[in-house]
């Protein structure tokens, strides 16, 4: 675990599951210690190794369903395009070695993609800069077992300041979701609260199709 990870007290799964492309859900790739903090997440995987909780995104697609009924080869071009363009996201937080990010793109073969991810390490950058940011944590997978519903989820992205943290959500989308970002970020901000020692958590959303490219949520009950 790395120092701030641990020095936070961040209940990071990552390093027991991988994402099942045939079965499209968390399998565990490594045995949980019974002495481990993450025990209780034993209860919630199957015979098959599955992890059988509900992820943030299944609980947002209940919630908010689909109101229009475009075709899956169109639903199947848009969640390849975002999928890759946080990817490529991800990958420049992941490999910062200075202050600021560099934008590395691996082809030309995804156009759409690159141009998004692109403006997004853009925005980041003045917001490092803004902000004062001295830690980024990126690709966390957190699980909730000891509330009212469990589930589970990914965290893109945790920035910190001398004084502040911060909930990174990148989204795509020319259409304003507000409520569902809104459930999306609670959901997201009662995991890392459940499980670390990070309180007072500013949330803001990255979206480089939207009138406004960065925008703080109010996430307060």
Not at 20 to 47: A, G, M, P, Q
Not at 97 to 123: G, P, Q, R
Request: with cysteine; hydrophobic share 40%.
């Amino acid at each position: 675990m790395s120092s701030i990870k641990s020095k936070h007290f961040i209940n990071d799964v990552s390093e027991y599951f991988e994402y099942d492309e045939v079965t499209l859900s968390l399998k565990l790739i490594k045995n949980i210690d019974y002495n481990n903090s993450n025990f209780n997440l034993t209860y919630y995987i199957d015979e098959n190794k599955k992890l059988v909780l509900d992820s943030i995104e299944q609980l947002c697609q209940i919630k908010f369903p689909f109101i229009q009924n475009p075709s899956n080869k169109v639903l199947d071009q848009i969640f390849l395009r975002n999928k890759i363009a946080k990817e490529l996201i991800i990958n420049s937080v992941v490999k910062r070695k200075s202050e600021s990010l560099k934008f590395e793109k691996t082809d030309e073969e995804h156009k759409s993609a690159i141009n998004i991810a692109k403006s997004v390490v853009h925005d980041l950058n003045k917001f490092i800069y803004k902000h004062k940011i001295n830690h980024s944590i990126a690709n966390l997978l957190l699980a909730n077992v000891q509330a009212d519903v469990d589930f589970y989820g990914k965290i893109d992205l945790l920035l910190k300041s001398n004084d502040s943290w911060f909930l990174c959500l990148f989204k795509f989308s020319k259409t304003p979701y507000d409520d569902k970002y809104k459930y999306e970020a609670r959901m997201l901000k009662k995991l890392i609260e459940n499980n670390s020692d990070i309180r007072n958590l500013k949330v803001f959303i990255f979206n480089p199709l939207a009138d406004i490219v960065i925008k703080e949520l109010n996430v307060q009950k």
